[in-house]
């Protein structure tokens, strides 16, 4: 089988890093990542790193006096956000569904989605820049706000409100006040939700220098995302189910979020401002050697043959097997062998442009004597049908092709791969 490898090299120029990752085929460079040299001069935007960006975002509330206090109290909230938010999280098996969602209330339903404590707190400590965040403090907060709504009804810091009434003084009645306390309880769920995303990034330790966007328009910008919605009306009680795409739709969004009419469930990579995220199946055909809904972020843009694009998306993919169909060969209680019906082998995929993005299809090939059956898939198709499943241990044992196996409950053996138009998603 051929294997799409990303090779990773790094040089040291003028004591500037310049990170070059190459995407190899078989018998050719398919992508560079390359310095944007052009981006930065012609774009104004004004973009914040992602170190202290949620310092950044607590100083548009725009205290004048209590500012440091009010706003520790407020670090400390979120990041309890955070350890209630991620303990509820669970793994939809519709990979590109909408929010909300049929809740999987299964035993395994978080298996896709779980993140380590010590990620998060990690994360929590570079989106704040504070490496003295006091996690017993966290904790406590998070007890208390567990099972709870996270709205505007929590419990007020007495350092919040003292901040508000320096602000505002006299002015400050009741009703100003529970409209400045929603405003900050909504930039804390949306901050932790950009904490959960950062914790899903493989290299997180390139992260220091990612950039983000305005903090004056992280609020305006997160509330497109479906969990960030979501989280709004939460109960505080339910599994949150989050699909394949979540955190890179969050990051996505934060990075490009000015520009308008981008599609950002479409597309595997997205470089802004000479940054990229891509998904964890953009580098290699076999989704089984990648974790499901992670991302990684790379400085630079994907650049092939001299040309650099900003997007990279799946190529047109339906229609293309030809011969053969998809369908159930044993079912529950019948007997079956181990066998591999047919062998499909990656070759070459093939490139092609759009106005801003490269489109990419992998070929499929499965040769049957003098017939070759092709399907092609992509980056983004290979994500999605990563989410939900449950990948096989290998074993120590020699298995033997003739050793009969009777299925259980709820398997199935299959032949073929195939478009079919009269195959609905929940049979296949």
């Known amino acids: ?40 001069v012609i774009d104004a935007i004004y973009k914040i ?5 949620g310092k950044h975002v607590f100083e ?20 309890a956000f955070v350890m209630v938010l991620s303990r509820h999280l669970s793994g939809s098996n519709h990979s590109t569904g ?39 403090t966290v904790e406590e907060h998070a007890v208390i706000y567990s099972g709870k709504p996270l709205d505007e009804h929590l419990e007020v810091p007495h350092p919040v409100y003292i901040a508000y009434r320096a602000t505002h003084g006299d002015g400050l009645d009741s009703k100003l006040f529970r409209f ?9 769920r949306k901050l932790s939700v950009l904490i959960l995303a950062l914790s899903f990034v493989r290299n997180w330790e390139e992260l220091s220098g ?36 979540t955190w890179f739709h969050a990051v996505a969004l934060l990075m490009g979020g000015h520009k308008a009419n981008l599609d950002y469930g479409s597309m595997s990579l997205l470089s802004s401002h000479g940054w990229s995220v891509f998904i964890s199946t953009f580098g290699t055909s076999d989704p089984s050697l990648t974790d499901a809904g992670y991302i990684t972020i790379y400085p630079g843009v994907p650049s092939r043959d001299g040309i650099r694009k900003h997007a990279i998306i799946d190529g047109p993919i339906q229609g293309t097997l030809v011969g053969g169909d998809w369908g159930i060969i044993e079912r529950p209680g019948m007997l079956t062998t181990l066998r591999c019906h047919k062998v499909f082998d990656f070759h070459n995929p093939l490139i092609g442009e759009s106005s801003d993005a490269f489109l990419v299809n992998l070929r499929m090939v499965n040769k049957d004597g003098d017939v070759y059956s092709t399907r092609r898939t992509g980056y983004l198709e290979l994500f999605h049908s990563n989410w939900g499943l449950q990948k096989t241990v290998s074993c120590d044992h020699t298995p033997t092709g ?10 199935a053996t299959a032949s073929e791969i195939s478009d079919h138009p009269d195959k609905t998603l929940k049979e296949q």
């Open 60 to 79: 548009t509330l725009n205290f004048k006096k209590g500012e440091e206090s009010a706003i520790y109290q407020m670090v400390h909230i979120t990041c």
């Open 402 to 411: 003739d050793e009969n196996l009777n299925l259980p409950l709820g398997c």
């Open 180 to 188: 400045l306390w929603r405003a900050a309880v909504d930039r804390m």
């Open 1 to 40: 089988m051929t294997r799409t490898l990303l090779k990773v090299i790094v040089n040291l120029e003028k004591r500037c890093r310049i990170l070059s990752v190459v995407l190899m085929a078989e018998s050719e460079t398919l992508f560079r990542f390359m310095p944007d040299i052009d981006e930065p």
């Open 49 to 53: 790193p992602a170190r202290g960006f």
């Open 98 to 136: 909408a929010f909300p969602m049929e809740l999987d209330n299964s035993p395994k339903a978080n298996r896709w989605c779980s993140i380590s404590e010590e990620q998060l707190i990690r994360m929590m400590r570079l989106t704040f820049a504070n490496e003295c965040i006091a996690t017993t």
């Open 210 to 245: 990612f950039l983000l966007c305005n903090a004056q328009n992280f609020s305006t910008i997160m509330e497109e995302h479906p969990l960030s919605r979501f989280v709004k009306d939460w109960d505080g009680k339910s599994r949150i189910n989050v699909s394949a795409n």
